[in-house]
């Protein structure tokens, strides 16, 4: 497609469920990133991919959460036991490396 | 890692000019990016800045000074549709990932 591509667009969960979200970078993309943004705050890294790799996990905010990445294309984003505290926005961006990173629309997790 | 500072809310008239206001400290510095979101949308891409000094274009325009951890947005003849977050990012050395660091973002309401 012509831009990044996130799905679902938005989710309602219980606690302590499991999520899945979904980005779908824009093609011959090579670096890919997830963000979160709680209501009212800025974006909080939490995961960088070049290629199929990941070189920087460190905004990862616990064992719950864990990503994947094929094909250097399509990336993965997993929520284990989600947690009231998970609710927010979740973002994905892919970049072909420089200075533009270009966003997703966004993921809305509601964990209740 | 960055701390990124930037104010919660500004309100300006239609038309007028507004002035946001970024500084931060970096181990390593490597680009300041601007971005605009509108509520419940993506975050798009607005400018870049590597080195001092000012980058126009049309009625935005955004200054960097890197000896002093600072950065401004200015925008101009405000229209309501400028109404929007208004988020610094920066960029650093430290890894060469071109992962962004984000501030909480600005919020700016344009008032008829």
């Known amino acids: 497609g012509a831009g990044v591509s996130q799905s679902p667009s938005n989710k309602v969960t219980e606690k302590g469920k499991d999520v899945e979200l979904r980005c779908d970078p824009i093609s011959g993309h090579t670096a890919l990133y997830w963000y979160r943004q709680r209501l009212g705050q800025g974006l909080e890294f939490l995961i960088y991919?070049?290629?199929?790799?990941?070189?920087?996990k460190s905004g990862l905010p616990s064992d719950r959460f864990s990503a994947e990445r094929t094909g250097e294309s399509v990336s993965t984003l997993t929520i284990q036991r989600t947690q009231q505290e998970d609710s927010a926005v979740y973002l994905c961006?892919?970049?072909?490396?420089?200075?533009?990173?270009?966003f997703g629309e966004g993921s809305w997790l509601t964990v209740v | 890692g960055q701390n990124i500072d930037q104010p919660t809310e500004m309100t300006a008239t239609e038309g007028a000019i507004v002035q946001i206001n970024c500084t931060y400290q970096?181990?390593?510095?490597?680009?300041l990016f601007w971005y605009q979101q509108h509520a419940g949308e993506a975050p798009t891409f607005l400018s870049y800045n590597v080195l001092d000094g000012l980058e126009e274009k049309g009625r935005f325009s955004s200054f960097l000074s890197r000896s002093k951890g600072y950065s401004y947005l200015l925008l101009k003849e405000l229209q309501m549709k400028d109404s929007a977050s208004y988020l610094c990012a920066v960029r650093s050395t430290r890894s060469n990932d071109y992962k962004l660091s984000f501030g909480a973002g600005t919020t700016v309401t344009v008032r008829a």
């Open positions: 970096t181990s390593g510095f490597n680009g």
């Open positions: 961006a892919s970049s072909p490396g420089g200075n533009t990173i270009y």
């Open positions: 991919f070049q290629g199929n790799s990941a070189p920087d």
